[in-house]
Structures are given as C-alpha cells and as structure tokens.
C-alpha cells in the first residue's frame, strides 16, 4: 500500500466514524456498540492474520507497541461513544480537530521533534478558528453538553498521546500485526467498560440503522482504519498524521448534509475554506516562504 492512499483512506474513514457512532449509539447503549465493533475487528483481523500467515509476535517490545496503540484505540474510542451521547457528530470532528496540537506538543516533549514555527502555529490557529464557524451552531456549554465536552477532550488527549508513544519503539513489524495486537490488548477492557457501565444485553430496541453502523464501524472503522492510521504513523511523523482531523469535521459534515439532511449554511463555507487555507500555509507555507526568500537574496546579490 502505498503512503498517499493509505493517508487517503485514514481521511475518508475517519470522516464518516462521527456520525457512525452517532448513529450505532442510537438504539445500541454506547458500551455494547464499541464492545460489539472491536470484537467484530478483532474476529475479522485475526482471520486474516491466520489466512496470510503475517506474524503476529509477542515478544516484549512488540507488546509494548501493542500497550500503546491500545491507549489510543480504548481511551479514544471509549471516551468518544461516551461524548456522543452528548454531542452531535460535527462537534465530536471539532474535537478531534485539536489532535494536532496535543500531538505536536506531545511529540516535542518525548520525541524530540522540532519546534513548531511560528507560522504553523498561526496556521493551525486558522484552521481552528475555521472548525470552530464550521460547528458554532452545534455547540452548546448549556446543560449535559459540558460532559460530552469532557469526555471528548480526554479521547483526543488519549489519542494523541497513543500516537506518539507509538512513534517512540522502533519495531519493524506488518501495520496489520499492530492493529490486531492492540486489539486484543485493549478487546479486555472493552469488556470491563461494558460490563462496568452497562452489563446488558437487550436487543428488543436495536434498529437496523445502528446494526449496519457497528458493523460498517467494525469493518473499516476499526480493522482497516487502524490498519491505515498504524501504516502511515510508520512512515510519517505523529503530528502531520493527526494533521488529518483537521479536515475530516468538513467531509463528515458533508456527508451529513447528503446523507442525514444538514443544512450547509454559509458560515460552514467560510470554515471549510479557512480549514483548508489553514492547512495549506502549515504543509507549503515555509517552503514558499524560504523559495521568496532565496529569490530575494539572489535579485540583491546582483
């Protein structure tokens, strides 16, 4: 696979999991709808681990890189289905949209990677400022919505976090071993959480729209979402990996407006396009800036 369609599909599917939890939350508690995805990424990627014959080690290092992805796949994913009872699927892609900074700030700590420049700071100022117009109508600190917020930002912190860890061990192994290692890590406190928060199984109220979202979820939220997130996070650095979520909130919302009837309205067009200018000063911005430079010094030298 190469890089680029990997990234792509970390993109496209990361877009559309807002509002598949949202909708595999409606009749499903959250706890059993996490629980039922994982499971079913779990069954799914350890048949087809078995069927290639990809190893699947379990030395300590490479458990290790499991612990850490697993971080990021229960805290993230258990915390989110708590949130989306709270808030709506475009908030839950605003929230996300913050990644970038707890990963750059993250990464600088315990990676030791470079320091943001000033530039990128103010380009990822914009973006949020533009994710910000993008769900200003959805959002609310009225009432329950203060939880959904708190639970949300502890996903993202969890999330973040899991990617730089990630980026620390230095393990040459198959994306899709990470991705069914941690699984299995975290697939025990999944159970936990359920059985803690929930402990039901009733299935009298479950609607066929919730079932085929925690399947869809399940399938390529999980299993071939993680697989891409795992192959991309071996080959670029976590900060412009997470740099995805920045854009992600402009297709969910799209999507919501083809598929569930939202409303586009103009404000959500100025955001969308301040997301992407944001996100084109932070990829290009230096480079031009250091090509305008160099023509500068060149046109003076003469």
Not at 108 to 131: D, H, Q, V, Y
Not at 223 to 233: P, R, S
Request: proline share 3%.
């Amino acid at each position: 696979m190469q890089v680029p369609v990997a990234y792509l599909a970390v993109l496209l599917i990361w877009s559309t999991t807002p509002l598949g939890i949202v909708w595999s939350s409606e009749t499903i508690n959250p706890t059993m709808a996490v629980l039922l995805r994982m499971l079913i990424a779990v069954v799914l990627g350890s048949l087809i681990i078995f069927i290639t014959g990809i190893e699947l080690p379990w030395h300590k290092k490479a458990i290790r890189l499991y612990s850490f992805s697993a971080l990021g796949i229960f805290g993230g994913m258990a915390f989110t289905y708590l949130a989306a009872g709270y808030l709506s699927s475009g908030v839950l892609s605003l929230s996300f949209g913050l990644a970038p900074v707890f990963s750059a700030i993250l990464a600088r700590r315990i990676l030791a990677e470079p320091k943001i420049s000033t530039l990128r700071k103010l380009s990822m100022l914009l973006s949020f400022i533009g994710l910000a117009l993008v769900c200003a109508d959805n959002f609310s600190l009225k009432g329950d919505s203060i939880y959904g917020l708190l639970f949300i930002l502890t996903a993202v912190f969890l999330f973040s976090l899991s990617g730089v860890l990630v980026k620390s061990i230095s393990l040459a192994i198959h994306p899709l071993s990470t991705t069914v290692g941690a699984l299995i890590i975290s697939l025990p406190l999944f159970i936990a959480n359920w059985l803690l928060l929930d402990g039901s199984v009733d299935m009298s109220h479950w609607e066929l729209r919730s079932i085929w979202a925690t399947i869809y979820l399940g399938i390529f939220g999980s299993l071939i979402g993680f697989f891409a997130y795992f192959f991309v996070l071996q080959r670029l650095t976590a900060s412009t990996v997470t740099l995805i979520t920045l854009i992600t909130p402009i297709i969910a919302l799209s999507l919501g407006a083809v598929f569930n009837n939202e409303v586009i309205s103009n404000k959500i067009l100025l955001g969308a396009f301040l997301v992407i200018l944001g996100l084109t000063i932070y990829h290009w911005g230096e480079l031009l800036m250091n090509k305008l430079q160099i023509k500068k010094t060149i046109r003076n030298s003469h």
